[in-house]
Every structure is written in structure tokens, then in C-alpha cells.
T-cell receptor, first 114, second 108 residues
Framework: DGGITQSPKYLFRKEGQNVTLSCEQN?????MYWYRQDPGQGLRLIYY???????QKGDIAEGYSVSREKKESFPLTVTSAQKNPTAFYLC?????????????FGPGTRLTVL | KNEVEQSPQNLTAQEGEFITINCSYS?????LHWLQQHPGGGIVSLFM???GKKKHGRLIATINIQEKHSSLHITASHPRDSAVYIC??????????FGEGTQLTVNP
């Protein structure tokens, strides 16, 4: 069935380790986004990609990296340079049928740094 | 100051009450979105509007472009409406700017 999958749902990592969060979609959407959500704050944009092999930094890109080798996939790597990585991470997509206005969200990954 | 402000931050209601959540924004927008986030974390889009009013079931969203203000109303609230409601704006292009969200709790 169609949609956006993020895995894993919960992720624990030790300080100093890099970790990669998965985001896969079968909606045939061109644009994909990574957001970070912290308690009491709005969603903040980390990176986004509007087309394969191209991506742009969002508002809080430091300490994160992404790749967009396939239309369906937009993995996010949280590097050891990210000072406060514990947060809820959401992936979203949009496409031409949504007018590139409405975004569709995955279920999220909750990352905890121990 | 955030470009998108929501009020209240927290709202507790009794089942059956009429609920209003407000959103003000300070920038030019192409559309305003209301989103719902359930306790598990998943987010669904409720409304996208650029003028006037939209209704879906017990939910009504209005927007006043001149006043840069939108409201989300829930009629005959139910405990299953308990969630975080998020206002977001499009400023042109596909990027969204989000408010901090309103935590709604509806007690039976």
C-alpha cells in the first residue's frame, strides 16, 4: 500500500556514533524533506530535496547529511558533529498531484542518544 | 518572534465542547495548513486553505488574509480529538513554516 515508511521507529545511539535514518516513499513524489521536532517547538527543516541527485540545506543542517540517489529514498545521517541529536525526526514528501503544496508525513523516528 | 504563532499552547476541554485554536502569521503566504499529530507522532494534513472557509466533518477551518489569521474549530469535541494541532504556512514554493502546535486534551 502507498505511503511513506521510516525506520526504525525508535533508535538509540551512543555519543560519538553516526546513525542513519531511513525514509522511503512509493508515492512517486519528487520532493522530500527531513524535519526535526523537539518538545515545545515547531518542526524545523533539516534538509530537503526537490529532485534526484540534488538537495539543499534547511534551517538546521549542521551536523546532518543526506543523499538522494533514488527518487524513492532520502536517508538522513545524524553525525557525531550534531551536538544535541536526541529528537523526533519526521520525513515528508510532496509532488505534482498535491500541487507541491500539501506535504505527506511519515510516522517518524525517535532518536535517543545515550 | 516566530513567523507563525499559535494559541493557546495547551487546551483542555470536556467532551461535547466547541473548541477554537488560533493561528497568526506575519509573512505573505500562498497557503495555510492545519495538521494533526497523534500521540504516536504521525502527522496528517487536515486542511490547506488560501481563502475563506473549509469544513470536514466536525472540523472547520477559516482564514482571514487581511488580518493574517486563521482558526481551527472543532464542534462536539470527543476524546479521540485529543492530539497536537499544528498550523503551518507556505510562502511560495513547497517549504513550510510551522507553528509550535496546540496540545488539545478532551476529557470524557
Amino acid at each position: 500500500d502507498g505511503g511513506i515508511t521510516q525506520s526504525p521507529k525508535y533508535l538509540f545511539r551512543k555519543e560519538g556514533q553516526n546513525v542513519t535514518l531511513s525514509c522511503e516513499q512509493n508515492l512517486n513524489h519528487d520532493a522530500m524533506y527531513w524535519y526535526r521536532q523537539d518538545p515545545g517547538q515547531g518542526l524545523r527543516l533539516i534538509y530537503y530535496s526537490q529532485i534526484v541527485n540534488d538537495f539543499q540545506k534547511g534551517d538546521i543542517a549542521e551536523g546532518y547529511s543526506v543523499s538522494r540517489e533514488k527518487k524513492e529514498s532520502f536517508p538522513l545521517t545524524v553525525t557525531s558533529a550534531q551536538k544535541n541529536p536526541t529528537a523526533f525526526y519526521l520525513c515528508a514528501t510532496t509532488g505534482p498531484l498535491a500541487g507541491y503544496n500539501e506535504q505527506f508525513f511519515g510516522p517518524g523516528t525517535r532518536l535517543t542518544v545515550l | 518572534k516566530n513567523e507563525v504563532e499559535q494559541s493557546p499552547q495547551n487546551l483542555t476541554a470536556q467532551e461535547g465542547e466547541f473548541i477554537t485554536i488560533n493561528c497568526s502569521y506575519s509573512v505573505g503566504i500562498s497557503a495555510l495548513h492545519w495538521l494533526q499529530q497523534h500521540p504516536g507522532g504521525g502527522i496528517v494534513s487536515l486542511f490547506m486553505l488560501s481563502s475563506g472557509k473549509k469544513k470536514h466533518g466536525r472540523l472547520i477551518a477559516t482564514i482571514n488574509i487581511q488580518e493574517k489569521h486563521s482558526s481551527l474549530h472543532i464542534t462536539a469535541s470527543h476524546p479521540r480529538d485529543s492530539a497536537v494541532y499544528i498550523c503551518a504556512v507556505s510562502k511560495g514554493g513547497s517549504r513550510l513554516t510551522f507553528g509550535e502546535g496546540t496540545q488539545l486534551t478532551v476529557n470524557p
